[in-house]
């Protein structure tokens, strides 16, 4: 199958090129020709099947021609090697838990199958490729604990100063060996301005062959859509319809659902919740869409004034406002609303979320939790991750796992560069400080 550039639909990449380079050289998105819809068939046993037969499954549909069946197979069961268990929290409201990977993030599921797709595509290549990741927190630790030690990839991952939290930042900068950290003095949308323009910089291009490892990639966003099947299986049969509310920064997440239901998953109704950062929700209600400046919340992983899916997600609709307005609405919050949701689930259902988790929650909330749908909040970041606001909300010491703790105590090692091009652009053609 092909993929085409969504700003330019006559240039048609394969499989292998949308992987590797990412993004197309005028900055488009790739999306495959065509999403196939699963068989009756693969929805009859659906309930039956386990995580990692669903994945292979759906990814077979997708990528089955592109890709050797027995590699896709293994890329599945190494990287779908933990559990995403869907909690009931009430009769007709659970929480989709996809935070039990190594990092401790949703994004370790797009991350490690990516890495798997890439080891395929240069495992026969003379070739060293260097993966930017532009990070608000949780991206780069995934992407850099899924690359760690692979063979001819170099990771550089770019992250705003003071605006991740201090185990995030510990998660970033703590890896050494194939992967270094860069502390920018600006915003994630400064991060991301910086990668973009690398990519448009055809010299350090060719030089240092670049690729995305953010949600623009196609490998890491469509992994993303196997657990939502997933959700179904855990739900056993249902005869009613379920709403899914989905925290949503860049829109890597939700564009995957919406593929998902593309695909043939009988979604009735999607949430696309946010903080104030809230383009989307205003694009749902009124049709526009104007891109904003980022403001800071403590739901930072989604703050994201011009969110990098949102081309998908048009694309997915056939540019139709009204078609994709009826499939996904949109709600947004305040921190103060964040916090309230986080009590408010702590007291009703003795659930600790995090920031992000809660916004999905109160979404739900808005939308209406009632006894004629099944209603999913997605959870996406261990509370652990934001354990100030956590306890302050919820009135109750937060357990932070091992794998967290134990980089409490690590030194942090990254290089910071000022929100500018022509540094960036220095440091990448520093070599690799292998420590
Ligand atoms: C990345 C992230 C999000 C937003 O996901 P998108 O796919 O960018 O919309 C939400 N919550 C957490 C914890 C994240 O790390």
């Not at 170099?154 to 992967?179: A, D, F, R």
């Not at 010299?203 to 179904?232: C, D, G, K, M, V």
């Not at 056993?236 to 695909?263: E, H, Q, R, W, Y």
């Amino acid at each position: 199958m092909n993929y085409y550039n969504v700003n330019n639909p006559s240039e048609k990449v394969s499989l292998k090129s949308a992987v590797l380079q990412s993004i197309s050289s005028e900055s488009g998105l790739y999306m495959p020709e065509n999403i196939p819809l699963l068989p009756d068939s693969f929805y009859e046993k659906l309930s039956d099947l386990s995580l990692q037969e669903i994945a292979y499954e759906v990814s077979n549909a997708m990528l089955g021609e592109d890709i050797r069946h027995t590699a896709l197979k293994q890329i599945v069961n190494e990287s779908l090697s933990f559990p995403i268990p869907l909690k009931k929290l009430d009769e007709n409201l659970f929480v989709l838990e996809l935070f039990h990977g190594p990092t401790l993030a949703f994004k370790d599921v797009g991350a490690r199958f990516m890495a798997g797709l890439f080891n395929y595509f240069l495992q026969n290549e003379n070739r060293e490729v260097t993966i930017l990741v532009a990070t608000s927190g949780d991206t780069g630790s995934a992407v850099a604990n899924a690359f760690f030690n692979r063979k001819g990839i170099k990771v550089v991952i770019l992250y705003p100063s003071c605006k991740v939290s201090e185990l995030q930042e510990k998660q970033l900068t703590t890896m050494g060996g194939n992967i270094t950290a860069l502390e920018v003095d600006g915003n994630f949308d400064d991060c991301q301005r910086l990668v973009k323009l690398a990519f448009a910089d055809v010299e350090i291009n060719n030089h240092l062959n670049l690729t995305s490892a953010n949600s623009i990639n196609f490998a890491r966003l469509f992994p993303q859509s196997f657990y939502y099947f997933y959700a179904f299986t855990q739900l056993g049969n249902v005869d009613k319809p379920v709403v899914i509310s989905i925290p949503s920064g860049n829109f890597g997440n939700l564009t995957a659902a919406l593929i998902a239901k593309k695909m043939g998953l009988p979604v009735h109704q999607f949430i696309a919740a946010t903080n104030i950062n809230h383009v989307v929700p205003d694009y749902l209600k009124s049709g526009q869409y104007t891109p904003q400046q980022t403001h800071c919340t403590i739901s930072n992983a989604m703050d994201v004034g011009n969110p990098s899916n949102f081309p998908r997600m048009l694309e997915i609709y056939h540019k139709l406002h009204p078609a994709i307005a009826a499939d996904v609405k949109g709600y947004w919050y305040t921190d103060e609303q964040t916090r309230s949701a986080m009590a408010d689930i702590q007291k009703q259902y003795d659930y600790q979320a995090d920031p992000h988790g809660a916004i999905a929650y109160a979404g739900l909330k808005e939308y209406g939790i009632t006894n004629d749908h099944i209603s999913i909040f997605v959870e996406t970041a261990h509370p652990a991750k934001f354990p100030d606001e956590v306890e302050k909300a919820t009135n109750k010491k937060v357990q932070i796992p091992p794998a967290l703790s134990k980089l409490l105590v690590l030194e942090k090692n990254a290089v910071k560069i000022p929100n500018d091009y022509l540094c960036f652009r220095d440091q990448l053609q520093q070599p690799a400080t292998d420590n």
